[in-house]
């Protein structure tokens, strides 16, 4: 699997285009589609997934819809905040199109050939906050960066959720975390960082 790492338009927020076997997925979904469209190539893309529904994540998930003509997956509790500016904190940006959308409200697998998609909610940064795991990489959003955690101060947040979403993480393997901005981090620096921000959070 190759992933390919784009710089989106708002708070520099990544887009991760994974190919593998001429497949697509692309997670999030805040960069140009121009620069989408190069990264893709000839590929199918199979979906967009999206970490969560803030703007700088999911601006311009029906654009690619459109233009790829595939699925959006997000968690059942993105649809009212992407559809709020306050919620999803895009100033007056909201999303009114949902008819792409496909919607997941617990862990689970989706079989999007060849890839094979490990949804782990992970509530906490957002009440649709979610991470992908895909063949042994975690696409972790706003839940984990290379140096701490998401915020938690924000319409939507819950400690105590991303309390419990840090010892979920704690539990699961993976070779390297791609957030949601900034670099991407392998399993020791983040089982580090998910243990010393955990104790921040319990304070
Ligand atoms: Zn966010």
New binding site residues.
Partial sequence: MEIKKLIGEFMDANVFVLIKDDSVLIIDAGAKIEDVKNAVGNAKVQAVLLT?G?FD?CYYANVYAKEFNCPIYMHKAGKEIASDPQKNYGETFYIDNFNNFKYFDRDCVLNLKPFNVEVITTAG??PCSVCYKIENQLFAG?TLFSNGI?RTDLIGSDKPAMIASLDKLSKVSFETAYS?HGDESDYARQTRNINLFKRFLLR
């Fill in positions: 969560h803030h994540h940064h957002s706003d998401g949601g």
